[in-house]
């Protein structure tokens, strides 16, 4: 078993910045990706990005593609996701998630179903 706590979530205004971190324990995060998902009011839950754990490549959805910024600290069984230049439409709530399947080639998981273990979620509100 997994756990995972997000935290770092609040209120922002418009432009401003947020770093959102994510805790694992219960298993080493020898996981092949971690990813962030975020689900605003009244829609689904979609992709944000993700990481490889093993060697650190990154993937981003368009919408925050030059925003955001996935990383990873191996010592400390961390995930980050450092949001700059926040706009009203990235309010929702931020959910990681670790993926300990591998994938062959460059695939890279961007759909819920394909996680294994995910945290509570923290909210995160950009006031415009």
């Known amino acids: 078993q997994v756990q995972l706590v997000e935290s770092g979530g609040g209120l922002v205004q418009d432009g401003g910045s947020l770093r959102l971190s994510c805790a694992a324990s219960?298993?080493?995060?020898?996981?092949?990706?971690m990813g962030w998902f975020r689900q605003a009011p009244g829609k689904e839950r979609v992709f944000v990005a993700a990481i490889r754990w093993s060697g650190g490549t990154t993937y981003y959805a368009d919408s925050v593609m030059g925003r955001f910024t996935i990383s990873r600290d191996n010592a400390k069984n961390t995930v980050y996701l450092q949001m700059n230049n926040l706009k009203p439409e990235d309010t929702a709530v931020y959910y990681c998630?670790?993926?300990?399947?591998?994938?062959?080639?460059?695939?890279?998981?961007?759909?819920?179903?394909?996680?294994?273990?995910w945290g509570q979620g923290t909210q995160v509100t950009v006031s415009s």
């Open positions: 998630a670790a993926d300990f399947k591998h994938y062959s080639g460059s695939y890279y998981p961007t759909e819920g179903y394909e996680y294994d273990y």
């Open positions: 219960g298993r080493t995060l020898s996981s092949y990706f």
